[in-house]
């Protein structure tokens, strides 16, 4: 069995066995901790949030009354991700995961984004913390990051609630970005542009090199390995991407004729609606955790200029299209794929500026 975490039953991890898992606050009673320890805890728990390839392009430094996020070049994919909008938008996710870490913790804290136009790496800084009630969905949404994993595989026949939609489009608004589900037309527009993006990025030596250098990290930390990724290309309706050499994830019979489609944007292209983009994206997919639905999403058709630009037309020149998505149920007779490997947390969480304070 490999369900994701109902709306009231407990965590479940990607073998299918339940799990109890335990908050910082279960572990040690967090008023009886600095608060240096709980933003190197909150940057730390932040580790478990996707990134485009896996490639975790986030760097945290802790400070005494701060926590600061800082996008890592190094990690950026220059031929598929030029603006670092995806760059952007992934540390926007780990933003929100460890927003969401401190209010498990009963921290709040205010949020600059982008605090320094002289700094353009450093994307946010929280400081302002004040303690109050440690936040119990916080502390649900802190289990659902330990079990949230990515299955590229379709999903199975049984429809995706709508109140389960409501609640997800719910999570997009509170984070003050926009997404479209979109209709059966707008799906086979989708499906069209993916398989453009497809053939153009196939066709781009730079970016078949770049993607073969991340789908072989074994042992770094980061990238997909090969029990992430589909055996064999799946029976989709939106065609998925493909990674240039088969995975070992066995893909099985099916199709995602059931699956949900929508689509991410915000009324501007800039890095600050990138940021809040992922943000936004943490909070759905973690909420689509918490109610077992699974989350994709195809950022293949926003790599190539031509079929973004499709994406705008669908959205009817409204907004910006940041990334599409698939949502669905998963397949509960196939266990999930492993959990893609993480960096060391030393190697992305900096605690040079308060080393003693905390631990």
Known sequence: MNRQPGPRGPAVGHDGRRRKVLTMSQQTPAADRPLTTALAEAAATAGHAPSVHNTQPWQWRVLPDALELRMARSRQLAAADPEARLLVLSCGIGLHHARVALAAEGWTAMVERLPDADQPDLLARLTGFSRTDADPSAMRLVQCMRVRHTDRRPVSEEPVPRSAIEEITHAVAAEGSRWQILDSDQVMELAAAASRAATVEAEDPETREELAYWTNRAGTGTGLTPEVLPAEAPQTT?????????????????????????????????????????????????????????????????????TRETLRQLLAGLGFPFLALRLGIVDPTHAGPPHTPRLPTEQVVDTSAVRGEHG
């Open 238 to 306: 939106v065609p998925t991407r493909d990674f240039g050499r088969p995975g070992s994830l066995p893909v099985g019979p099916g199709h995602d004729r059931a699956a949900v489609y929508a689509m991410l944007f915000g009324d501007d292209d800039e890095p600050d609606s990138w940021l809040r983009a992922g943000e936004a994206l943490s909070s759905a997919w973690l909420t689509a955790t918490r109610l077992g639905v699974s989350m994709v999403p195809l950022s293949g058709v926003v790599e190539v200029d031509g």
